[in-house]
């Protein structure tokens, strides 16, 4: 029904102090349970009514949830079930003088409550965009049935009500937001933290590594440390983006220097870290990595790699990019039954190692084109006199000229070490 004309009389003045609280304390900061009482209150005062209560719209499940009632913990209706969700399917006021003659009517919430509801006055909640974000029922006025004159004042209620929902919604929404952004700062900060600060300063060898995150953390790592085995190399890839890869390679990253540190050797240290991520991350989770460690004085490079590749040693003496493929499957995937040996690298004059991750290989242009191993090799090929520093600044800016604009999807990680060429007479 449509209000007319108001034949109400006037409003009483404790009427008029309950709208008024109800203005007052909708346009007051609070939680979103107090502000839905206190309009469930007024809805009553005003209205002369023995029940209200206010259904919460869940949009992803098409669902209408009884958040404020006296008598019944939280229900849950389809929408389109009963007078609440015929309302809010239709988004129109339903007037209804006997319940139980209406076939809309659902006696559920009564019998679960032992109320008996003899008439109802149904509203939508639409807010300031026009979105419906919940439905407001008034039950069993005290003298009679609603009237014409009464849906005039509900539906002012209502749309006070609906306004004052929105925007407890989007202030939660915003506080969530700002403590998700703290707990990504802090795991940004922590991830950072395992990241090294100087790298290690060796005769004939220069190194240089990059971490650009797709987004504030990431599921990349890379470390470059000298230990007492060698010349720690690690470059982690994590699967997916945020907070749970980040601790993953975090983990990772923690545990393979705990175990080097405790003198175990290449091998012993891949097999413990891998079983011990097997055990904890979750089975969906996983991380592909590259680990080697570079005997400086005899210039040989041994590594493992799981799922991490493909992994680049451009020879200066041939001038020509050899690719080497992961030696196992990607680290915690499952437990190691059978350890493939280590590849070992011989480390030429002029040599370079260019370790990148899936970020550089996969990024896309707008047409879909991925950036490719082809690029990278030819890269290294034309400006392999250049430092690692400035080798990792030429990739990553043909990666950007390449994409044409195209946002960065993946983490981006490279790690890039090079061997001092021969002295030319």
Known sequence: MSPQASSHPPLTQEEMRALLAVTRALAAPFDLPTMLQTVAAAARQVLHAQRSSIWLLDSEAEELVLEVSKDVSQVRLPVGAGLVGACARDRCLINV??????????????????????????????????????????????????????????????????????????????????????????????????????????????????????????????????????????????????????????????????????????????????????????????????????????????????????????????????????????MGAMPITNLRPPVQIEFAPGDILCLLTDGIYEYEAPDAEQFGRGRVERLLAQHCDASAEHLSALILAAVREFARGAPQEDDITMLLLKRAAAPRH
Do not use: W
């Open 97 to 330: 003088p006997d319940c139980y003659a209406d076939p809309r009517f659902n006696p559920e919430v009564d019998k679960r409550s032992g109320f008996h509801t003899h008439c109802s006055l149904t509203l939508p909640l639409i807010d300031h965009a026009g979105q419906l974000v919940g439905v407001m029922q008034v039950l069993n006025r005290m003298d009679g049935v609603f009237e014409a004159e009464d849906e005039g004042l509900a539906q002012a209620l209502a749309a006070q009500c609906a306004m004052a929902l929105s925007r407890v919604r989007m202030t939660a929404a915003m506080l969530e937001g700002e403590r998700m952004r703290q707990e990504l700062e802090l795991a940004r900060a922590v991830q950072l933290s395992t990241l090294p600060a100087v790298l290690p300063q060796i005769p004939a060898y220069d190194m240089h590594g990059t971490f650009l995150p797709a987004s504030l953390t990431g599921g990349d790592t890379y470390d470059i440390a000298l230990i007492e085995q060698g010349l720690l190399l690690v470059l982690g890839d994590a699967t997916g983006h945020g907070i749970a890869p980040a601790l993953s390679v975090t983990q990772m990253h923690a545990m393979l220097r705990m175990a080097f540190s405790f003198g175990a050797d290449l091998e012993t240290a891949f097999r413990k870290v891998n079983d011990q991520l097997a055990a904890t991350l979750a089975d969906s989770r996983f991380v592909t990595a590259f680990i080697g460690l570079l005997d400086t004085d005899k210039h040989c490079l041994r590594f493992l790699s799981g799922g991490q590749g493909p992994i680049l040693h451009f020879q200066a003496a041939t001038g020509a990019c050899v690719s080497y493929k992961a030696t196992s499957f990607p």
